[in-house]
């Protein structure tokens, strides 16, 4: 059983940075692929980005891509998402999730790809 907590959501003003972390409970947290992923009122949960087991390879939405940086550090049992140049449009509550495969695949990219998931942490971007 891994238990998931994210932290780090904020009140920020467009143009702003924020880092969002997620630490993990569990001996094998090294063994798992991450990911984060978003949820505006309304609409339904959408991937943002990923990392697989080592650190090694990451995934982007497009609408992040060049913004958003995911990392890892399995010494901390912890995964970051740094967000640079925030918009009105990434308003939304961010999870973090656990995928115990390890290695990234395309199910990855949708929530049911996920084994664990944090209870969310709310990001709003003012313009």
């Known amino acids: 059983q891994v238990q998931v907590v ?3 959501g904020g009140l920020v003003q467009a143009g702003g940075s924020l880092r969002l972390s997620c630490a993990a409970s569990g001996r094998t947290f090294s063994r798992y692929a991450l990911g984060w992923f978003r949820q505006a009122p309304g609409k339904e949960r959408e991937f943002v980005a990923a990392i697989n087991w080592s650190g090694s390879t990451t995934y982007y939405a497009g609408s992040v891509k060049g913004r958003f940086t995911i990392s890892r550090d399995n010494a901390k049992n912890t995964v970051y998402l740094q ?5 009105p449009e990434d308003t939304a509550v961010y999870y973090c999730a656990a995928d115990s495969t ?3 695949y ?3 990219y949708y929530p049911d790809g996920y084994d664990y998931w944090g209870q969310g942490t709310q990001v709003t971007v003012s313009s």
Do not use: A, D, I, V
């Not at 967000?83 to 918009?87: A, D």
């Open 106 to 108: 395309s199910g990855n």
């Open 6 to 8: 994210e932290s780090g």
């Open 83 to 87: 967000m640079n140049s925030l918009k």
């Open 102 to 104: 390890g290695h990234f």
